[in-house]
Structures are given as structure tokens and as C-alpha cells.
């Protein structure tokens, strides 16, 4: 999977990485070139006492030494060019499949697995590859090079070059192969790191509400302590490595000297020979080493590409139509249907939903109220298409929604969620998000519909007031409110409201629902709700049961004829508010 993503995500960047090799290589050539002018200066120089010749060869190997100095940046600026682009154009295409995924497949990995499979995993894959660019022709052609360039200076000593390469790869190999569990392992840690802070960022309230903030503690100190565990084990395989390559570049060093004394003592061997080779031999083990870099970075980053491939390898249960159709030559006005529609959440025992059929036709208001875990919000997510219902179909203007574009689709929707989210932003930039070219006055509109003119205005400017990430500088009932104007400024045909009145207080959700009836009018209204005066006008109202539709009517003829809702009646209202 690592080299799949590489090859895909690096071909962009075929001429920055070609680039880089061709300065590697010239810079390699040079390095390898040095030796010999070292041994040169000593045999015909030094040994002679021909300073003319000294400065001269010293003057070609300065000339080379900074010719190698800048092959080397300007390789290693052009990698670092790549692997970065590469890790923008990764990033992107998770952000992308991740925007694609439905509610399922987002619930599969979880946001916090998602969230470092986006940071950290990404992060690995760049380091190898920059690490690659820099190393993937030093290394093997100053092996190879230094290899040949030894043996011409001398073929008896080259003995010592077959001892150490394959003793250096045995012993650092074997120290890898233990570090490559320990990769997996360091990430799903990660994970659970990332899982529990979020956790307790987001229920901040909640943990201090209940005084659990020792408790919390606890639990990320045990988190933290796992990774800071597994990333010692780590650390200590790595601090071993080293000294393992030091101990074969020393010992090789100690027997070129050793060995190469002997041969200068019986004349066959001159001292510059015995450096030139000393320095090869070193330039092979430090390739040798280079490679270990990369040998250690690589089972890390297979890791991380394996779970970035996860991401992009899966493909969304919400797919658009190959062959979608459009509303030409319909009334386009948001009449939904729902067919003997069906759900059951995958690995399930029971549907959640079972045959539900009914029609909430355009310039009425529907409303579906049931106890809670009788399906309510599952209804809900079918209707834009979060989920795909497994059996039956949802229509609206009579296309079944898996046939519509998503974008189509959700153009004709207006979604308030139970829970409502607004972004870091301002109030205009959170209630421009699903009308880009919505007019100020179309704004203030919504918010006066919304009920939230008054406490908008009051805002230290007003609709260029600050919003935080997820509107908690806001109260509950202000960012409702704005999620219900974000929703209005958009005119759809078809307005969703998943419980989205439970914060205002009675006064206000009537005023606000007075005002909806003119604004959506000739709209479809689907409104879903725990609470029987947020809907006893409603013009039909669906009671639902453990998945299914129980009784059907306006609020009077319910009153009369489902035991069920009599039940939800008699538990929020007193008997005379019933009547």
C-alpha cells in the first residue's frame, strides 16, 4: 500500500525528483573522487615534497568539495519540495474522501483515528520521503562506487569490505525486524491518545458537572503512559542500532589500519593507498548506515501508508447515481415520500426502522414524535441521504433519492440537526454558508424569523460577531437559533428540523413557529420533536414506535384514537392543556 501511494501521489512530482537524482548522483561522483586526490596529494605530494603539486591537487579537491557541498542542497531543497507537495496532495485527497463518507463509514474509523491518519500518518510517508530524496542515490552509489574505487586501490585488503557490509546488515536488520510491531502499535496508541483528549475537550462540562476531573486525569495519564511506553521500547531499539554501526565502522577501521600497516611495512602498499582505502571503506559503511535510516523509517511509514490507504480505499455506502436524473419537468416544490422504507444499522440484530410509508406534501408541516430511541433521528438522516435505507425508497418530488445527484439533492434541503454546529468564523460567515450571495437583508430576515435578531444586534458587531469553533461563546438556545436562520437564508424547497426547538422556551418556539408558517410557505416542513406544543399545529403528525409508524393524523384525531400519543400527551401536558 506505501508503494502504491508513492508511486500515485509522487508522480506529479516526477521532474522535482529527477532533480534530486541528478544532483545526488554528481554530488555521490565527487564524494567518491575525493579519496583518491587525498591519496595523490600524500603519495606524489607529501611523500616528495612538491608543494607546486600539493596546492594543486588541493585546489581541484576544494573546487570538488564545493561542488559536492552544492549538489547536495540543491538536492536536498528540491526533495524537501516533493515531499512536502506530496504531503499536501495526500491530505487533500483524505479531507476529500473523508467529505465524501456517510454517517457509517465516519463512525468505522472514528473522528480522532481519521484526524491522525490526516496529521501523523501523513507526516510519516513525507519524512521517508524526504529522507529518500536526500539518501536513495547517496547511498547506493557511494556502496557501489566505494566498493570499486577500494578494490583498485587495493584487492587484498577488500576482504574486510566482505566481512563488515554483511555483519552491519545482520545486526541492524535483526533490530529492525523487532521495531516494525512496535510502529503498529505506537499508532493505534496514538489513536487513544487523540480519542480520550477530544473525548474530554468535548465534555468539559460534563466531566467537571460531575467532579471526574481526577478520574479523567487518570485515564489520559494511562493513555499518555502506553505511548510513552511503546515510543521508549522504540527509542531503545534505535539508541541500539547505533552503536552497532559505530562498533563495525571502528573495528573495520582498526583492521584497515592494522592489515594495512603490514603491507606498507613489506612495500607493497604506500600510506595514500592506505588512507584512500580506509576512506572508502568508511564511505561504504556510512552508505550502509544511510540505508539503516531509511530501513528504520520504512516499516513506520508502511504503517502509516496502510492506514492512510484504509481511508482512501474505502468507498462511501453513499454513492452518487452513475446515471443521475434531475427535476425537469416536475413541480420541484419538496413533496418527500417514504415508501415501506427500512434501516438496519450493519451487524445489527433488529431494523432500527421497519415499513414506514408516508407523504409530507409541499405548504404543510409534518411532524414525527416518539419516544425516545423509537427512530426518530434515523428517519431523519435518511431523508437527505446520510444513510441509505435498506429496504423501501425516499423520494422527494417523486425521484428516489439515490437516483439525485448529492449535490442536486442537498441543494433542495435544509437540514437544522439536533444537535447544531456552527464554525469558527463570524455570524455572517456561518449564516452565508449555505447561501454564499445571500444580501444583508435576506440575513437579518432569517435571524428575525429565527428569533435571534435581538440578541444579534446586542453582539459586539453585531453580524460580524465572532463565533468560536462549534459556537461556544454562544449559549444553547443563540446557536439554535442561528442554526435555524443558517437554514432559512438558504430558501429550500424541503426544511428538516431534528429537534431543533428543544432549547427556546415556550414563548419563543411559538413566536418562531408563527413566523415559519410565512416564510416556508409553499415549502415542505418536516419537523421532528419531544415536545407536544411544538407541533400540535402541525397539519399531519406521524406517532413512531420501536421503528415504526404507529398512528397517523393531526393532533385532535391522535387525541382520539393512539393510546401512544395520549400517553406522550398526558406525560408533558396537564389535563385541561390536552383537552
Known amino acids: 500500500m506505501l508503494w502504491k501511494l508513492l508511486v500515485e501521489y509522487l508522480r506529479p512530482q516526477r521532474r522535482l525528483l529527477l532533480a534530486v537524482v541528478v544532483f545526488q548522483l554528481a554530488a555521490s561522483i565527487a564524494s567518491l573522487y575525493l579519496p583518491t586526490l587525498n591519496a595523490d596529494i600524500i603519495d606524489r605530494g607529501v611523500a616528495t615534497g612538491n608543494t607546486e603539486y600539493i596546492l594543486r591537487i588541493g585546489g581541484l579537491m576544494l573546487l570538488v568539495t564545493l561542488l559536492q557541498i552544492v549538489c547536495t ?27 465524501e463518507f456517510s454517517e457509517q463509514e465516519v463512525t468505522r474509523f472514528g473522528p480522532p483515528s481519521l484526524i491522525t491518519r490526516s496529521t501523523n500518518d501523513v507526516q510519516q510517508v513525507q519524512q521517508l520521503v524526504l529522507m529518500s530524496a536526500t539518501l536513495m542515490v547517496t547511498a547506493p552509489m557511494l556502496c557501489i562506487g566505494g566498493v570499486i574505487m577500494a578494490i583498485r586501490q587495493d584487492v587484498q585488503l577488500s576482504w574486510l569490505i566482505a566481512v563488515s557490509v554483511p555483519v552491519l546488515l545482520i545486526g541492524v536488520g535483526s533490530i529492525i525486524f523487532r521495531m516494525v510491531p512496535l510502529f503498529r502499535l505506537m499508532q493505534a496508541r496514538i489513536d487513544t491518545v487523540n480519542r480520550v483528549l477530544r473525548e474530554q475537550l468535548t465534555g468539559i ?26 515510543a521508549l521500547r522504540v527509542g531503545r531499539l534505535m539508541a541500539l542500532a547505533f552503536p552497532t554501526v559505530m562498533l563495525v565502522l571502528n573495528v573495520s577501521s582498526a583492521a584497515v589500519i592494522w592489515f594495512g600497516a603490514f603491507r606498507i611495512e613489506d612495500g607493497s602498499m604506500q600510506v595514500g593507498t592506505m588512507i584512500a582505502f580506509l576512506s572508502y571503506l ?25 492506514r492512510i490507504g484504509q481511508v482512501l480505499g474505502t468507498e462511501s455506502s453513499v454513492r452518487p447515481p452513475l446515471h443521475p436524473v434531475s427535476f425537469a419537468g416536475r413541480a420541484g416544490r419538496g413533496e418527500l415520500q417514504m415508501r415501506d422504507v427500512g434501516f438496519a444499522y450493519p451487524g445489527a440484530e433488529q431494523p432500527v426502522l ?67 454546529f456552527l464554525f469558527s468564523g463570524t455570524v455572517r460567515s456561518n449564516l452565508l454558508y449555505g447561501k454564499p450571495d445571500a444580501t444583508e437583508t435576506e440575513l437579518w430576515q432569517a435571524l428575525s424569523i429565527a428569533q435571534a435578531q435581538d440578541f444579534v444586534q446586542e453582539l ?9 469553533q462549534g459556537g461556544t461563546n454562544v449559549s444553547g438556545g443563540q446557536r439554535q437559533r442561528l442554526a435555524i436562520a443558517r437554514a432559512l437564508v438558504k430558501r429550500p424547497e424541503l426544511y428538516i428540523f431534528d429537534d431543533s426547538f428543544s432549547s427556546l422556551d415556550t414563548a419563543t418556539d411559538a413566536r418562531l413557529r408563527q413566523a415559519l408558517k410565512q416564510h416556508t410557505a409553499g415549502a415542505t416542513l418536516v419537523i ?37 400519543y395520549q400517553e406522550i400527551v398526558n406525560s408533558q401536558l396537564a389535563a385541561e392543556e390536552a383537552a
Do not use: C
Request: charged share 20%; net charge negative.
Open 73 to 99: 542542497v540543491v538536492a536536498v531543497y528540491f526533495g524537501a519540495k516533493a515531499a512536502m507537495a506530496l504531503g499536501r496532495d495526500v491530505r487533500g485527497a483524505i479531507f476529500t474522501r473523508v467529505a
Open 528 to 564: 421532528i420533536a419531544q415536545r407536544i406544543s411544538s407541533i400540535v399545529d402541525a397539519d399531519q403528525i406521524l406517532v413512531l414506535d420501536r421503528g415504526r409508524v404507529v398512528a397517523q393524523g393531526t393532533h385532535e384525531e391522535l387525541l382520539a384514537a393512539s393510546e401512544t
Open 205 to 230: 462540562r460534563v466531566v467537571r458537572a460531575f467532579v471526574r476531573e481526577d478520574v479523567e486525569t487518570a485515564r489520559f495519564a494511562r493513555a499518555n503512559e502506553d505511548v510513552t511506553d511503546t
Open 282 to 306: 568508511m564511505q561504504i559503511l556510512m552508505s550502509v548506515m544511510m540505508a539503516t535510516f531509511m530501513a528504520i523509517m520504512i516499516p513506520r511509514a508502511a504503517v502509516s501508508g496502510d
Open 354 to 420: 421497519s415499513d414506514v410509508s408516508f407523504t409530507a406534501s409541499a405548504g404543510q408541516t409534518t411532524a414525527i414524535i416518539g419516544s425516545t430511541g423509537s427512530g426518530k433521528t434515523t428517519l431523519v438522516n435518511l431523508m437527505p441521504r446520510l444513510f441509505d435505507a435498506t429496504s423501501g425508497s425516499v423520494r422527494i418530488d417523486g425521484v428516489d433519492v439515490r437516483e439525485l445527484h448529492p449535490d442536486l439533492l442537498w441543494g433542495h434541503i435544509g437540514l437544522v440537526p439536533q444537535k447544531p
Open 460 to 468: 459586539e458587531g453585531g453580524l460580524d460577531a465572532p463565533i468560536s
